[in-house]
Structures are given as structure tokens and as C-alpha cells.
């Protein structure tokens, strides 16, 4: 398998292997690989750099280091950061809707907030048994706009409010049980190229982007207004409130947060 490494970035590592059939991109900012606005941009850049690649068959996403990501930058989520991050986040989104290439997330250890929201967006889900999975925004008093959107979709309503009202985190058996994982193997690598070689490479790279896109059609069709709503709510209304700006500042500063309760 001959793999080429694209261009360079500072907190991603970007390859193309199987003749440019597959990109790569792996998140690498370890331990916590966390998806700051330079992260997700360059993400963004590099999906859209490969628009034009009819040859793309899949997209790839894995963490440096014993996790795949702790989420989104909490300093980003300051009232004065917050609408430029759900920006640049909602963006990335956009950019692989528009894409439509079929993509894959290999988690292990911790997959949690931002982190977690792209690992579900993805096709496919394989998991190492160290994968824990979480939405903890609700602890520092603000929610996931993107796992709002489409965990009832992949888990069912119940499940959903359950992840995104608790915060709480759920192991690689219990995600695979509520079917957000798809397979748990030890050697995640291996799971990966079982994949690809298996299912995704035997393909026509157009055909598997228009069966993505008629799959998921009413994701493709209503995600991106949908996900213009959330960022709405989440800026002009959310961070307006007085609990939003303290939780953030309390995690900050390593204290309890003071509710207010508006």
C-alpha cells in the first residue's frame, strides 16, 4: 500500500494511500487532540482541497496518541469566541456534506464533546474496548448543536437525551449495543483496513458518494439549515444567558460553578 503525505499542516497529519483513493486525517495534537478554530480550519482545508479528487472512495479520521479527542476548545467557548468556534465547527460539517465522500472514525480512549459529535457523524464507527464516549457540555451549562441534531437519529431519542442531559460517558460496548459503534476489535488498525479493502475499495468512488448522499438524504437535505438554526440558538440566545458564561468561567478557573439559573 503506497501512501503519500499531503500537505503540511500544524495540528493534523494528512496522507493519501490505495492511488488516492483514501485520505487519512489524523488528529494530531496529543493527549487531548482538541479541536481548536486551527484544528477544525484545517480540517476544513483539507476536505476541501480534495473536492476535486473523483478518485476519493473514503475519509479516514484518527487520533494521535491513546485518544481520539477531548472535544472543542473550552477557551473558544467564551462568550467573545463562541460565534466565530460554532462558525468554524458547523463549517466543517458543511464542508463534508458537501463532500459526500463515505467516512470512517477509528476511536480509542477518550471520544468526547466535539470530538464525539464528528465520530457520530461518520459512516462507520470502529472502536478499540478503551473508547468511551461522551457529551459533556451540559456541565459547563451550554449543549453539543451538532449531537442535538443527529444522535436521534443514529441512537433514538431516548439515548439522545440521555448523552446530551447527563453529560455523562458511555463505554465501546454500550455504544455498540445503542448503535453508534459498529464494531469493537482490539486491533483497530486492522478493523480499518478490513474495511476498506473489503467494502469500500471494490467500489466506484461516484457511486458510493450518490448512494451516501441517497442514504442519509434527509441528513444532506435538512442538516445544513438545521445546523444554522442551532447556531443561532446557541449564540443569541445561549451565551447570552448568565449560567452559559459562568460554567465556561468556572471550568476555567477550576472552581464550582455558581448557577444562577437564567
Given at each position: 500500500?503506497?501512501?503519500?503525505?499531503?500537505?503540511?499542516?500544524?495540528?493534523?497529519?494528512?496522507?493519501?494511500?490505495?492511488?488516492?483513493?483514501?485520505?487519512?486525517?489524523?488528529?494530531?495534537?496529543?493527549?487531548?487532540?482538541?479541536?481548536?478554530?486551527?484544528?477544525?480550519?484545517?480540517?476544513?482545508?483539507?476536505?476541501?482541497?480534495?473536492?476535486?479528487?473523483?478518485?476519493?472512495?473514503?475519509?479516514?479520521?484518527?487520533?494521535?496518541?491513546?485518544?481520539?479527542?477531548?472535544?472543542?476548545?473550552?477557551?473558544?467557548?467564551?462568550?467573545?469566541?463562541?460565534?466565530?468556534?460554532?462558525?468554524?465547527?458547523?463549517?466543517?460539517?458543511?464542508?463534508?456534506?458537501?463532500?459526500?465522500?463515505?467516512?470512517?472514525?477509528?476511536?480509542?480512549?477518550?471520544?468526547?464533546?466535539?470530538?464525539?459529535?464528528?465520530?457520530?457523524?461518520?459512516?462507520?464507527?470502529?472502536?478499540?474496548?478503551?473508547?468511551?464516549?461522551?457529551?459533556?457540555?451540559?456541565?459547563?451549562?451550554?449543549?453539543?448543536?451538532?449531537?442535538?441534531?443527529?444522535?436521534?437519529?443514529?441512537?433514538?431519542?431516548?439515548?439522545?437525551?440521555?448523552?446530551?442531559?447527563?453529560?455523562?460517558?458511555?463505554?465501546?460496548?454500550?455504544?455498540?449495543?445503542?448503535?453508534?459503534?459498529?464494531?469493537?476489535?482490539?486491533?483497530?488498525e486492522a478493523m480499518v483496513a478490513k474495511l476498506l479493502e473489503k467494502f469500500i475499495l471494490p467500489k466506484s468512488a461516484s457511486s458510493l458518494r450518490m448512494a451516501n448522499r441517497a442514504v442519509r438524504s434527509s441528513w444532506y437535505r435538512d442538516l445544513g439549515d438545521r445546523l444554522d438554526e442551532m447556531e443561532q440558538?446557541?449564540?443569541?440566545?445561549?451565551?447570552?444567558?448568565?449560567?452559559?458564561?459562568?460554567?465556561?468561567?468556572?471550568?476555567?478557573?477550576?472552581?464550582?460553578?455558581?448557577?444562577?439559573?437564567?
Amino acid at each position: 500500500m503506497a501512501t503519500r503525505t499531503e500537505a503540511s499542516y500544524e495540528k493534523i497529519a494528512v496522507s493519501l494511500s490505495h492511488e488516492d483513493q483514501i485520505l487519512t486525517i489524523v488528529l494530531n495534537s496529543p493527549p487531548g487532540n482538541v479541536l481548536d478554530a486551527q484544528m477544525m480550519g484545517e480540517i476544513s482545508d483539507c476536505v476541501e482541497q480534495q473536492m476535486a479528487n473523483r478518485a476519493l472512495k473514503a475519509i479516514v479520521f484518527k487520533g494521535e496518541g491513546k485518544h481520539f479527542c477531548f472535544g472543542a476548545s473550552v477557551e473558544e467557548h467564551q462568550k467573545a469566541q463562541a460565534p466565530q468556534m460554532i462558525s468554524g465547527f458547523h463549517g466543517l460539517f458543511k464542508k463534508l456534506l458537501a463532500c459526500e465522500v463515505p467516512t470512517i472514525a477509528l476511536v480509542r480512549g477518550q471520544c468526547l464533546g466535539g470530538g464525539m459529535e464528528l465520530a457520530a457523524f461518520c459512516n462507520f464507527v470502529l472502536a478499540e474496548p478503551s473508547a468511551k464516549f461522551g457529551q459533556p457540555e451540559i456541565q459547563l451549562a451550554v449543549f453539543p448543536p451538532v449531537a442535538a441534531l443527529i444522535l436521534p437519529e443514529i441512537v433514538g431519542q431516548l439515548r439522545a437525551d440521555d448523552l446530551v442531559l447527563t453529560g455523562r460517558s458511555i463505554d465501546a460496548k454500550t455504544a455498540e449495543a445503542w448503535g453508534l459503534v459498529h464494531r469493537i476489535d482490539e486491533d483497530g488498525e486492522a478493523m480499518v483496513a478490513k474495511l476498506l479493502e473489503k467494502f469500500i475499495l471494490p467500489k466506484s468512488a461516484s457511486s458510493l458518494r450518490m448512494a451516501n448522499r441517497a442514504v442519509r438524504s434527509s441528513w444532506y437535505r435538512d442538516l445544513g439549515d438545521r445546523l444554522d438554526e442551532m447556531e443561532q440558538l446557541y449564540v443569541n440566545q445561549l451565551m447570552e444567558t448568565d449560567d452559559a458564561n459562568e460554567g465556561i468561567t468556572a471550568f476555567l478557573a477550576k472552581r464550582p460553578p455558581e448557577w444562577k439559573n437564567s
